[in-house]
């Protein structure tokens, strides 16, 4: 009888004990999700990180398993969303401290303390670079003489270009950076232009900006800008795809660099090799600060979460692979080897010195400085109106469009087109700020019905846009079409022959071209943005704002 | 009496005994000890161990952290209880704000310096009654490391602002240096831009307020007898000290961090900043893995921390928790763990018998980078409401 009851006793005890070990324990099924809003020139980097992070299924100290979704995204236009309250993730990640301030000022207008709480750690480090192809460089005196953001902008503004140089062919020198009020490295690009034109490196001010020679410094540069763009990753792509003859230099990040010539270097890109200029006035260092919001909606478990996270990017192996990918690992321990060598078009003992960061008040100055003195565009938007746009797809059409036009400032000209068994022009191509309110009124009214003309649309556009555009605008056509062509006189190979401009480089008009639902014939908007330097998006009713913000950005 | 039965009266009363052993167990955890170790562990909560917690400055982190590993692996015990030690880390300011104002109650502080339980010691004493600690008692408060404050440059930079001789007040040449609008242009190098100095917030870290304080003395020409005239009344000093600070583009948050970004981040940030000894000797192989040597250079007079370890005499450190406290601050002052102290993090030891110069010392190691065991003179500590009035100066003219 005792045996019996002991060997059951045993029995329950082991059962009990290995339960534990099992992982059945209740509380462990627990789950906390995190998410992170980071800078796009680190994806390569963060993304596979994620993946291996989830995969592990990591708890937090109370053994909640943690989940992590992570969505790269331009540094500026999430802090305004954070700011906002419509973006509202656990943790942001931008490309640099830079905007930090600025973003903590917003938010305390509306909240009693900052959105980021003291210094946040730094992830990985890259200097901001000018990155230029080398026999361009070459030809400039790299590496051997000191290049700076004034040398740039003399070269930019020279009426002759590379011909100054000896090198006509090149034609005039094409420089790129992105828009200033989405993405950090072109913010970054402006207020070193600022410096540059004051003639400091230190100790910006707003009476600096006010300046003649500050305003006409930037005026000057500004005019050499092919385009702008969201997000820097993206903007690096285009160059190492569309070569020299569409960008002669770029305002980019060292790490993009290295990628670019990793790549090339692997037999993966047939480019020309490209180097970084460490302008010789000082740069700024995009540093990915990891700063876990101090705001309503972050819980202390997400905290706990995301403070895991964090140690988990820092560890060796994952700052090992930031170095292979050409970042500065944060991780003092790890020495700065290859790929950081000349090799891959960098010099890790660069750069000498920073410019200083202005504060808050400063930065939105020359946000709005540039605004005044950026490069006006000439922009055609073409609106497919066929039958088929009928009902909630005619309607997301106008209210984007309308949307759009509210993004262009009063320099900038606009022509709408729209497009069924005819063509009408709604607004022929002139300056907006005379006529806002009645193109507004005019969009509003805006009804589908007939066939799709895309390419006479098209065509015509752009023959509009080579008589009446101006070519020291930026001149780009948004074309949005829900079918396929079904009544244009021109035929396709034709069109593309005409608006094949890759030749000409960057300052050739663009085209984007935006595939509406299903039935839109995606592969010839591809076509027609390609054969421009311009790209295709595919969208439905309820992306279509975005998407024109997007191609807002170029602008 | 047959032998089955006294068998079995022997096993009851075994039984019986081991019984109450495991009850006496649950009441005192001394007595569990004692229990048949295998149903001990399976039977009985594990006893729960005495937690001390230790609030303490982010520089003497890595040292701290291995003292503890060590100290939990000799498993040690209060009444059959065993100790667990707990670590959070802050700056030497705020954690005595944070003892002040209620929000951290821990067992242990150790802020950078014995000057932060000096402030403590006033103000508990003035806002609760009796203060929640002693500096004077060497029992519960003791200097467990010491480490000078000196200034860190990148010696290819040094080495053209200085020269291999630097003579004369370090504090008077640099802030001549940093005041003048050319730079390093002056000195033949305008690709480096203006000169970057920096220093920790002083109303955050020690460090940075260990800086104003020997900057000030050195204005003044003196070591000791610092006084609130002497800040507040001289508009010389005032103008001198405004511009200083004024060339210092961002102050760090504690010295650790601040360190760390200037390795990381190499000369084009900073040229040279102000941080304890132990900092810079951590950082000199790292620093010629990025950015090539650092050089090491001691201020006329220095002020040393001595990294307290205090026992808070407050309500939530119960008897228990003392002793085990006690326990733990006399393992952090063996000569085991001063030796650690030194040869791997670069901490000078308190305990005599660890000399600066032995086999493996950084002192010996890099020497040519600067590092030397004889110390300038320590700057007299001033009263409470000098640091005070230093404190307000700068937080009213040159914080932002």
């Known amino acids: ?555 | 009496m047959p032998t089955p039965r006294l068998n079995k009266l022997i096993f009851l009363v075994y039984m019986l005994m081991t019984a109450g052993v495991f009850i006496a167990a649950l009441a005192s955890p001394a007595v569990r000890a004692v229990a048949y170790a295998p149903l001990r562990d399976l039977l009985l909560p594990p006893p729960r161990p005495i937690v001390v917690s230790v609030l303490y400055s982010t520089e003497k982190a890595a040292w701290l952290e291995e003292a503890v590993a060590r100290f939990q692996a000799t498993q040690p015990q209060v009444d059959g209880r065993p100790i667990a030690i707990q670590l959070a880390r802050s700056g030497s300011r705020e954690i005595y704000l944070a003892v002040l104002d209620g929000s951290a109650k821990p067992d242990i502080i150790s802020p950078a310096s014995t000057l932060q339980i000096h402030i403590l010691q006033d103000l508990s004493a003035g806002q609760f009654g009796t203060p929640v600690v002693n500096a004077a008692d060497r029992q519960t408060c003791r200097q467990v490391l010491r480490s000078p404050l000196v200034l860190v440059a990148w010696e290819e930079r040094a080495q053209v602002l200085w020269g291999d001789q630097r003579a004369g007040d370090l504090w008077l040449q640099l802030q001549t240096a940093l005041t003048d609008p050319g730079g390093w242009q002056k000195y033949g190098r305008p690709e480096w831009g203006y000169i970057k100095f920096g220093h920790t917030n002083p109303l955050k870290s020690n460090s940075g307020f260990q800086t104003i304080l020997l900057m000030t003395y050195s204005y003044f020409g003196k070591t000791s007898g610092l006084t609130s005239a002497d800040i507040l009344g001289d508009e010389d000093y005032q103008a001198w000290f405004t511009a200083f600070e004024g060339a210092i583009s961002r102050f760090g948050e504690s010295t650790g961090t601040y360190m760390q970004e200037i390795v990381a981040y190499g000369p084009s940030m900073y040229d040279m900043v102000a941080v304890y000894e132990a900092t810079a000797i951590e950082y000199m192989d790292r620093a010629v893995g990025r950015y090539g040597a650092l050089r090491v250079y001691y201020p006329p007079a220095t002020s040393m921390s001595d990294h307290p370890f205090c026992i808070l005499q407050a309500d939530w450190v119960t008897p228990e928790k003392a002793r085990a406290a006690q326990m733990f601050l006399d393992y952090l002052t063996t000569p085991e763990l001063q030796q650690l102290a030194l040869l791997e993090h670069g901490f000078r030891p308190v305990e005599p018998g660890v000399p600066l110069e032995q086999p493996g010392s950084p002192f010996n190691r890099y020497a040519a980078n600067g590092l030397r065991v004889d110390l300038p003179p320590e700057v007299e500590t001033p009263p409470g409401d000098v640091l005070n009035t230093l404190l307000d100066f700068w937080a009213r003219n040159i914080q932002r």
């Open chain 1, 1 to 555: 009888m005792l045996s019996r009851i002991s060997r059951l006793l045993i029995v329950v005890l082991l059962l009990i004990s290995a339960l534990p070990a099992c992982g059945y324990w209740p509380g462990t099924s627990k789950t906390v999700t995190i998410t992170v809003v980071y800078g796009s020139e680190k994806k390569e980097w963060l993304e596979p990180l994620v993946a291996a992070y989830n995969a592990a299924r990591r708890k937090t100290p109370d053994g909640a398993v943690i989940e992590v979704v992570a969505t790269p995204m331009g540094s500026i236009e999430a802090a305004e969303a954070i700011v906002a309250g419509t973006l509202q993730p656990t943790v942001w990640s931008p490309a640099s401290s830079l905007y930090i301030p600025v973003a903590n000022a917003a938010w305390r207008s509306q909240h009693a303390d900052d959105l980021v709480v003291g210094d946040p750690p730094k992830l990985v480090l890259s200097p901001v670079v000018i990155a230029i192809w080398k026999p361009m460089a070459e030809v400039l005196g790299w590496p051997d003489k000191p290049l700076g953001w004034a040398d740039i902008a003399a070269l930019a503004t020279s009426p002759e270009g590379w011909g100054a140089y000896g090198y006509p062919e090149w034609g005039t020198f094409k420089l790129g950076h992105t828009h200033p009020d989405y993405s950090n490295s072109g913010l970054i690009a402006v207020i070193a232009e600022a410096y540059a034109g004051a003639g400091k490196q230190r100790g910006l001010t707003l009476q600096d900006l006010q300046s003649p020679e500050v305003r006409s410094f930037m005026l000057d540069v500004e005019s050499s800008i092919i385009h702008y763009g969201i997000s820097t990753g993206f903007f690096a792509e285009r160059m190492f795809e569309l070569g020299p003859s569409y960008l002669s230099a770029a305002v980019l990040y060292e790490n993009l660099v290295v990628a670019q010539e990793s790549k090339r270097l692997a037999g993966q890109s047939a480019q020309l090799p490209v180097v970084a200029i460490y302008p010789k006035e000082g740069t700024f260092w995009s540093d990915h600060p990891y700063a876990i919001l101090n705001a309503p909606w972050v819980t202390a478990e997400q905290r706990a979460a995301a403070e895991d996270l964090l140690g988990y990017l820092l560890d060796r192996p994952q700052q090992l692979r930031a170095l292979e990918l050409g970042f500065r690992p944060a991780d003092t321990d790890i020495p700065l080897g290859a790929p950081l060598d000349a090799q891959h078009g960098v010099d890790p003992t660069q750069p000498q010195t920073v410019l200083e960061i202005p504060p808050a008040t400063v930065i939105a100055g020359v946000q709005a400085l540039w605004r005044e003195v950026k490069k006006p565009v000439d922009v055609i938007a073409l609106l497919d109106v066929s039958g088929s746009m009928s009902g909630e797809r005619i309607a997301a059409a106008r209210t984007s469009l309308l949307e759009f036009i509210n993004l262009l400032d009063d320099r900038d000209g606009l022509e709408i087109i729209l497009f069924s068994d005819d063509l009408v022009t709604l607004t022929p191509l002139s300056p907006l700020g005379e006529k806002r309110q009645e193109v507004l009124r005019k969009v509003s009214g805006v009804v589908e019905g007939g066939n799709t003309r895309l390419y006479d649309a098209v065509y015509t556009a752009y023959q509009d846009m080579r008589e009446r555009g101006n070519p020291a605008h930026i001149r780009a056509m948004i074309v949005l079409s829900d079918g396929e062509d079904t009544a244009s006189e021109v035929q396709l190979p034709e069109l593309l022959r005409t608006i094949s401009n890759l030749s000409e480089g960057g300052t050739a008009p663009k085209i984007f071209t935006i595939a509406f639902g299903e039935d839109a014939d995606r592969e010839v908007l591809r076509k027609i943005a390609e054969a421009t330097g311009g790209k295709q998006y595919d969208s439905d009713p309820k992306n279509l704002r975005q998407i024109y913000a997007e191609i807002a950005t170029f602008f």
